[in-house]
């Protein structure tokens, strides 16, 4: 005889529910995906030397992959809505890998900017939104933790890839690197997406691992939501979108132009290295951290919070030349960085439910994709130009108060 659950009782106590398994299946992909991305900084000094390039041409390269992997969300969003977020996963994941790849036998700039600015940048936008987004649908009492954790890999991915990617090249070269990167992204990358799961519904679960309202084994109801396009003619959208645009032009420029910050400051390589890492430290706290304390506090005011806090941080960074001052800001920039990367989906799925979720979250994403194609180039040229990241900084902290005061502007809601 079958044994029912009380409605909102946990489904199978004995058992982990399916949703962490989900959780660690997208943490493994944004730590492979966006540690590999973000691990270029390391590669900037050997890029400029090997192909005689300026700092802003090479800074091109990592902004060309960052708008595709947040721009193609818009495209990747909705099939996996369609199709579902394993096989988008697991495109995304040989894309990524491919990418590397063409990467290390690269020639000329112009065929990095297409092996890793369109490998690495499709890869990650054909796995990035699809899986975040699936995360959302397991959660709801707890969806703020469950997707600080989830994006938590993309911390610590900052934290270890980008070292790992530096004592590579010192040891067997630029071209070595990117394909041991390659390698790694092709084998557990592909792994971790056989553990996606699209909604608990499809697999006749509920949310958090409750336990289905009715008694008998009728089919899960499908969850609700707002349709794409209702969704992105809202007003909530609109501000959404405008806030995470005005932030993206400056979040992305210290993941560039910290290491060459540093060492233009006297900084010794090693060290330098270690602070995109610490931006990786903060940035793990703050996903774990922060994204719980939302749950509480309320997730609206908090990506508020967030945005402020990432203008505080960057402001601090014009006064910062010596190694302990350069990681205090890595270490609390990356702390407000990591709760607007948990925030984000979370928001989202509060004001538009979760049936269309990946699509809306895609859609959204084309503002950080401007913002990320636009910042750190410009800072690369504003350097180029007056031998200084004064201006850059000063822009890139204006952005996120900004961001912040439109945050403020959100009606309230739940959660």
């Given at each position: ?263 233009d400051h006297g900084i010794a390589p090693g060290p330098a290295v ?10 793990t706290a703050g996903r774990f951290l922060l994204g719980t304390l ?122």
């Amino acid at each position: 005889m079958r044994m029912h659950a009380q409605p909102g009782a946990p489904l199978s106590a004995g058992r982990v529910f399916r949703g962490w398994r989900v959780v660690t299946a997208a943490f493994a992909i944004t730590f492979l995906g966006f540690g590999s991305a973000y691990s270029f900084s390391a590669f900037v000094d050997a890029l400029q030397r090997d192909f005689s390039a300026t700092r802003g041409a090479v800074s091109l390269v990592f902004s060309l992959a960052g708008f595709l992997y947040f721009g193609f969300g818009v495209v990747s969003g909705p099939l996996a809505d369609r199709y579902g977020s394993r096989r988008m996963a697991w495109i995304g994941m040989l894309l990524l890998a491919l990418g590397l790849a063409l990467a290390s036998a690269a020639q000329s700039m112009a065929q990095i900017y297409v092996a890793y600015g369109l490998g690495v940048g499709l890869g990650v936008g054909c796995a990035y939104v699809p899986v975040v987004g699936a995360v959302q649908r397991w959660f709801l009492r707890r969806r703020g933790l469950a997707s600080g954790l989830a994006v938590s890999g993309i911390g610590v991915g900052t934290l270890l890839v980008p070292p790992l990617a530096s004592a590579l090249i010192d040891l067997w070269g630029w071209r070595a690197a990117y394909m041991a990167l390659a390698a790694a992204v092709a084998l557990l990358g592909c792994a971790a997406a056989r553990w996606v799961e699209n909604s608990p519904q499809e697999l006749g679960q509920q949310p958090d691992g409750d336990a289905a309202p009715a008694a008998r084994a009728a089919p899960a109801s499908e969850p609700g939501g707002v349709p794409v396009l209702a969704a992105i003619r809202s007003k909530v959208f609109v501000l959404l979108y405008l806030a995470s645009m005005a932030g993206a032009f400056g979040v992305f420029v210290p993941f560039v132009h910290l290491i060459p910050y540093a060492l233009d400051h006297g900084i010794a390589p090693g060290p330098a290295v270690l602070l995109l890492g610490m931006v990786g430290v903060g940035s793990t706290a703050g996903r774990f951290l922060l994204g719980t304390l939302a749950d509480r506090l309320g997730r609206r005011v908090s990506l508020a919070t967030m945005y402020a806090g990432m203008a505080a941080s960057l402001a601090l960074w014009v006064v910062c030349g010596q190694f302990w001052t350069l990681a205090l800001f890595a270490l609390v920039f990356g702390a407000f960085y990591g709760g607007w990367v948990a925030l984000m989906p979370a928001v989202v799925m509060d004001y538009f439910g979760g049936r269309h979720v990946s699509g809306i979250i895609g859609a959204l994403y084309t503002s950080v994709a401007f913002g990320t194609l636009i910042g750190p180039v410009a800072a690369g040229h504003a350097y180029d130009l007056s031998g200084s990241y004064l201006l850059p900084i000063i822009a890139s902290a204006a952005g996120n108060a900004v961001a912040a005061a439109v945050t403020w502007l959100l009606p309230c809601r739940s959660g």
